[in-house]
């Protein structure tokens, strides 16, 4: 281990997020801009990034996206919109209800291109049947906290929703559309991104109800009625979604390649335990301590460093009343799992600089982060049996704090064995 060694991890984590700024990938996927009437609509932590990215290419467009509060960026033409997430509010709501009105009356000649990242799924919102946002914001929050895996939240929001499941598409029918998409999803699958706005699901009401019956999930009457009535998720084959072309132009797979190459070229070996990795965010930790601690010992004097890397989406079962994220709650288990091992350092990190509500991307660990919590009076088992990771790595100042990183491909993790 060298004195860089927690400062190599900083840099291929932002070398992931850098290699995922739409302002680098977007355009070689962008046509030439078509003629006649053009709308631009997308949802999502990096779709204004992704707006200006095409007004770049395009010049001003007419249009409106939403984002998260803070992550605006600057257009000519595209309105952005900021809107709460992870749980919805009045202007993701108010903004929604604003996009479908702009792609009313859309004729065959007509084109649109839709931008949807990571975190449309809170950010599109226009609830189903007689829900009310107060009812969907309890429902999302429920959903966040139960530590179901993303796809099943998914499904769930998509019968709850007059947008997703390919329902934003159908509004703009029978406009061409092409849907430019930046996966933050395990198997970058389309119908995954942002709860598939411009996607059709073969799932069914029922499949929701067994999911909410097998995460706990409690939900009001009005939801249970939605459930019962015809809900408007298209099925693929649906003819309002013959024009559209869903294309996945940036993915975690590439961020964690050029994290690859960034440790190669700084002289360390690398293990890719893969991009789409899912599960209880301690239950993964312990998995990759053991991992880390057996390479370690079958690693002789001599050799270069090795570098585990992971991407995907870990979820957390809220039990305590801290506050955390799984990325947080992935090193801080990481950390008491490996107890000090001399030569082991880590960094957990979510690509688009919040790690579950926090504005905190992740955290780092090192041989020495047990010792700093006790010299700081803190326990790590008490914070993790607590949910408690982002006030632990607060405490001991190793949180990774980005700000907005104007993009998503979901998690980022790094093991650094000397």
Not at 311 to 324: A, I, K
Request: charged share 25%; net charge negative; hydrophobic share 40%.
């Amino acid at each position: 281990m060298t004195q860089r060694t927690p400062e190599l991890l900083r840099q291929m984590f932002q070398r992931a997020v850098d290699v995922a700024d739409p302002m680098q990938s977007l355009s070689a996927h962008l046509p030439e801009k078509p003629e006649g009437r053009v709308v631009v609509v997308g949802a999502g932590k990096a779709s204004a990034r992704m707006a200006e990215a095409v007004e770049a290419v395009w010049g001003p467009c007419e249009g409106l996206v939403i984002t998260r509060y803070g992550y605006a960026r600057p257009c000519k033409g595209i309105e952005i919109v900021e809107a709460a997430h992870p749980v919805p509010d009045e202007a993701g709501l108010v903004g929604t209800q604003r996009m479908l009105e702009l792609l009313e009356g859309l004729g065959e000649n007509d084109f649109v291109l839709a931008l949807v990242s990571g975190g449309a799924s809170a950010l599109l919102t226009s609830p189903a049947g007689d829900i009310s946002l107060e009812e969907k914001q309890a429902v999302n929050q429920n959903l966040l906290s139960s530590g179901a895996p993303i796809g099943q939240m998914n499904v769930v929001r998509k019968h709850l929703s007059r947008v997703k499941g390919g329902q934003l598409a159908a509004a703009a029918y029978p406009a061409k559309m092409l849907a430019l998409l930046l996966s933050d999803v395990p198997g970058d699958d389309p119908a995954e991104i942002g709860s598939g706005p411009t996607v059709g699901d073969e799932s069914s009401a029922d499949n929701v109800k067994a999911i909410l019956a097998r995460w706990n999930v409690d939900v009001p009457a009005s939801v249970q009625k939605a459930l019962e009535g015809q809900s408007g998720v298209l099925r693929p084959q649906d003819e309002k979604l013959s024009r559209v072309t869903n294309t996945v132009f940036a993915a975690p797979s590439q961020s964690l390649e050029a994290a690859r190459v960034m440790a190669d070229e700084h002289g360390c070996d690398v293990e890719l335990l893969g991009d789409a990795l899912e599960g209880e965010a301690r239950d993964v930790a312990r998995s990759h301590a053991e991992l880390a601690l057996l390479r370690q010992k079958e690693r002789a004097a001599g050799d270069r460093p090795l570098v585990l890397l992971s991407g995907g989406e870990l979820t957390v079962t809220r039990t305590g009343d801290g506050v955390g994220g799984p990325n947080a709650e992935y090193a801080l288990a990481l950390a008491l799992a490996l107890d000090g091992a001399e030569g082991i350092h880590a960094i957990a990190c979510d690509t688009d600089g919040v790690d579950g509500a926090a504005e905190v991307a992740g955290a780092m660990i090192g041989p020495d982060t047990l010792q700093k919590a006790e010299a700081k009076g803190v326990s790590a088992a008490k914070a993790l049996e607590n949910n408690d990771a982002h006030r632990f790595f607060e405490t001991i100042d190793d949180q990774v704090v980005t700000g907005p990183t104007l993009t998503n491909v979901n998690d980022f993790r790094a093991i650094w064995i000397d």
